[in-house]
């Protein structure tokens, strides 16, 4: 299966939950979608439809101002919405620096897909020629530098480890020395989810920030935070704490495939100004990809509706 048809299946909730809300409002006996005349009922059908794929209330508004707008002209509603969102996703959209070793710090709560992100942008990053370097950086749970050491070893990347305790900030200087010896990059940092409190958190990763700087000219070159797809707009309270702290540049939005909340890449592209990098689609080594706004919009607006 193409990543196209996996990011297609992952939506699959979210698209019916954006046709049914859709429909229900718009009749079983109307046309589909794109049969639609943009009139004030298909528009107030959309807007209960995309608030209800938790595109958000900002987002939402943006987007039927331009649907309002196009009332009464004709247009084609699926057409419209479609590059409405595309561009929402596409203004949040940065370049990416070159740099070596290139530096990735990837944040995020406990349960959020850390982990298993990291292990899937080392297999990304070594099936495009590079040859990366994971840096376990999480050293307050013994069991999260077991369990990053098998994704490690599942995508055949070498890591840098320390024991239980170690300072996470030293564990950085020695990947980061590593891979500047080995000609490794990406140096790929799995951090601590939790702390005793939030305030250790953040500053734990300033000082890992502060270490990586010193280290590499412009590091941490992305701070990437991961998001659970499936907890909707509370993500973006979570990302708004990040956001402030740790400087995150993107998103990685994991388990898009098991939610109907896929609208959320839009609520934050629009909110947060942060572009989406990557998308998590299942729990496989292979089920992450690179963030495209035109194969997202593609896949939520299947042809069927
Ligand atoms: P961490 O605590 O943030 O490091 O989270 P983990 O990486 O351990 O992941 C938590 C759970 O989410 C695990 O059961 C993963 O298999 C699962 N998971 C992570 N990413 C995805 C994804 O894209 N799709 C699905 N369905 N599950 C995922």
């Known amino acids: 299966m193409s990543f196209f048809e996996r990011l297609r299946k992952g939506l699959s909730r979210t698209t019916e939950q954006l046709v049914s ?37 900002a987002a939402t508004d943006r987007i039927m101002t331009s649907v309002r707008a196009a009332v009464g002209h004709g247009g084609n509603l699926r057409t419209l919405v479609k590059e409405q969102i595309r561009r929402i996703l596409a203004d949040a959209e940065r370049p990416l620096v070159g740099a070596r ?18 292990g899937k942008l080392a297999s990304l990053a070594k099936a495009q020629g590079e040859r990366p370097l994971i840096c376990a950086a999480d050293t307050f749970r013994a069991a999260a530098v077991e369990q990053i050491a098998i994704w490690a070893s599942r995508a055949g990347v070498d890591l840098v480890r320390a024991p239980p305790g170690a300072d996470p900030a030293a564990v950085v200087f020695d990947a980061i020395v590593s891979g500047k010896a080995r000609d490794r990059s990406p140096v790929i940092v799995d951090t601590a989810g939790r702390l005793h409190t939030r305030v250790n958190l953040m500053s734990e990763l300033d000082k890992i920030r502060r270490i990586a700087a010193r ?8 701070v990437l935070l991961v998001l659970d797809a499936t907890v909707g ?11 402030q702290a740790a400087g995150v ?31 998590g689609v299942g729990e496989g080594l292979d089920d992450l990809a690179p ?11 299947e042809e069927t509706w």
Do not use: C, M, W
């Open 215 to 222: 280290e590499v000219d412009g590091a941490p070159h992305e």
């Open 249 to 279: 540049t993107g998103i990685v939005l994991a388990k898009l495939d098991g939610t109907a909340k896929g609208g959320i890449a839009v609520a934050i592209a629009h909110e947060l100004k942060l572009p989406i990098r990557y998308v």
């Open 21 to 57: 809300r859709f429909e229900a409002i718009g009749g079983a006996e109307a046309p589909a979608v794109r049969g639609r005349p943009i009139d004030s009922g298909t528009a107030e059908a959309l807007e209960e439809a995309l608030l209800s794929a938790d595109v958000g209330v």
């Open 101 to 118: 070793p290139r530096v990735v710090l990837v944040v995020g709560v406990n349960g959020a897909g850390k982990t298993t992100t990291v």
């Open 233 to 243: 707009q509370n993500g973006l309270t979570q990302a708004r704490e990040f956001l």
């Open 291 to 301: 963030f495209s706004p035109q194969e997202y919009v593609d896949a939520l607006f």
